[in-house]
């Protein structure tokens, strides 16, 4: 045998070991993909009906969300008219009930007499330049001196 045969001879051997590990490693990427494309299959199947729920879902919080709005508006439509009344309520009525309730005042004083509003005793006092003055004293005119 020659050279060139056995090195023909390696190089044959050699190419049939790399063609047999690319072999081996076409076959297990052949059985990953088959893998994956079998779990790909099956989450589709589970994620579909999932996403068919939570869209009901989202349908059915934006029909409250439209209510809760649909009754904002009617609470702030509310509000506005019982200010309004409340505002017209005190226009009319809170002048004239002010000027009753004075008026009421002023007659239960007047029939009531002066002497019942003076407390007992020296309570109530006046401040004279200086010098407290009980009511009930009699004051010296301020022009004439003793």
């Not at 990953?32 to 790909?40: N, Q």
């Amino acid at each position: 045998m020659s050279g060139g045969e056995v090195a023909g001879i390696l190089v044959a051997v050699f190419w049939a070991i790399l063609v047999s590990f690319l072999a081996v490693a076409l076959a297990r990427l052949a059985q990953t993909l088959r893998a994956t494309t079998r779990l790909v299959a099956d989450v589709t199947e589970q994620a579909v009906p999932l996403l068919a729920d939570a869209s009901a879902a989202v349908r059915s919080a934006q029909t409250q969300i439209d209510r809760v709005d649909a009754i904002a508006t009617d609470v702030q439509e509310v509000t506005s008219n019982a200010s309004a009344l409340s505002t017209t309520v005190a226009s009319t009525f809170g002048g004239p009930l002010v000027k009753v309730a004075a008026f009421g005042y002023g007659v239960r004083r007047a029939l009531g007499g002066r002497k019942d509003d003076m407390p007992a005793g020296d309570l109530r006092r006046t401040v004279i330049v200086g010098r407290t003055v009980s009511r009930r004293e009699k004051r010296k005119p301020r022009g004439k001196r003793d």
